[in-house]
T-cell receptor
Framework: GQQLNQSPQSMFIQEGEDVSMNCTSS?????WLWYKQDPGEGPVLLIA?????ELTSNGRLTAQFGITRKDSFLNISASIPSDVGIYFC???????????FGKGTTLSVSS | ETGVTQTPRHLVMGMTNKKSLKCEQH?????MYWYKQSAKKPLELMFV???????ENNSVPSRFSPECPNSSHLFLHLHTLQPEDSALYLC?????????????FGPGTRLTVT
């Protein structure tokens, strides 16, 4: 079935560094979502994107809906230890269809 | 804070046992979902309920049996499971299934089948 390619698979960074991750698809999506999952917890919605080219921020997090509608990016600025976790992208091709998830990017931050 | 709760948080069961997972959402949503999360794999959609009616069964084995008595509660009944069914089972909700995007997840039940 449809899959999203999320990269990188994992990242090891120093506190204070900026982080970038992305998700790509062979199909066009109408919605892109970014979630974060802490160990032992469920995914928490960070940012939702609904228009091509849209750039949305949530604190130190910024996500963009790619112009081709086949990709999305998440940036985290000035990382802190509590940013540690797994970040998932999810896409929806059209309203009413199922969300398709990436495999996640595991972020580790050393202080 | 999550508006979606799941119990139990951890469950260990033998292959011959019968158990149930419970999900409750306090968000006033009408669509509820069960997902399976295994290591190194994307979330796998299992079931979708919209206004208490099952609208999607993603080829899930019959040893998993969902129940949705009302829009706020969702159960997953388990019987004669296999060790490969060990995973994190996540419940999610959305205002209604026909719309766009955002789903809100519960904390999950970590299931171990021995």
């Amino acid at each position: 079935g449809q899959q999203l390619n999320q990269s990188p698979q994992s990242m090891f960074i120093q506190e204070g560094e900026d982080v970038s991750m992305n998700c790509t698809s062979s199909s066009i999506f109408n919605t892109w979502l970014w979630y974060k999952q802490d160990p032992g917890e469920g995914p928490v919605l960070l940012i939702a994107l609904y228009k091509a080219g849209e750039l949305t921020s949530n604190g130190r997090l910024t996500a963009q809906f790619g112009i081709t509608r086949k990709d999305s990016f998440l940036n985290i600025s000035a990382s802190i230890p509590s940013d540690v976790g797994i970040y998932f992208c999810a896409g929806q091709r059209q309203a009413g269809t199922a969300l398709i998830f990436g495999k996640g990017t595991t972020l580790s931050v050393s202080s | 804070e999550t508006g979606v709760t799941q119990t139990p948080r951890h469950l260990v069961m033998g292959m011959t046992n019968k158990k149930s997972l419970k999900c409750e959402q306090h968000l006033g949503h009408n669509a509820m979902y069960w997902y399976k999360q295994s290591a190194k794999k994307p979330l796998e959609l299992m079931f979708v309920y919209n206004f208490k009616e099952q609208t999607e069964n993603n080829s899930v084995p019959s040893r998993f049996s969902p129940e949705c008595p009302n829009s706020s509660h969702l159960f997953l009944h388990l019987h004669t499971l296999q060790p490969e069914d060990s995973a994190l089972y996540l419940c999610a909700s959305r205002p209604f299934s026909g719309g766009a995007g955002e789903q809100y997840f519960g904390p999950g039940t970590r299931l171990t089948v021995t």
